[in-house]
């Protein structure tokens, strides 16, 4: 299991449906409504993204934010990328 360590230093088993969800608040920010399979597989493209950046079972929250913001982007979500850089 990937270990997710914050910003404060707290550390956080990695859950896949919260990249999810925080993909459809960004596309809800930005009013692209009925994507939750787009959101999906968006995440599963953001644990391929950053998994060179996964070291000793564990990976930066900011590495993880920097990677949803990447593969929206190379989606075509440049939009949501955008909220979702801004912190939704």
């Given at each position: 299991m990937i270990?997710?360590?914050k910003a404060d230093g707290?550390?956080?088993d990695f859950t896949l449906t919260?990249?999810?969800d925080a993909i459809m608040r960004a596309f809800m920010a930005v009013d692209?409504?009925?994507c939750d399979d787009?959101?999906?597989l968006l995440a599963l493209r953001v644990t391929a993204d950053f998994?060179?950046?996964v070291?000793?079972?564990g990976i930066l929250a900011e590495d993880i934010r920097y990677s949803v913001g990447r593969v929206?982007?190379?989606a075509g979500y440049a939009e949501a990328a955008r909220v979702y850089q801004e912190g939704i």
């Open positions: 270990q997710v360590i707290a550390v956080s919260k990249i999810s692209i409504r009925d787009t959101a999906d998994q060179e950046r070291s000793d079972g929206l982007t190379q």
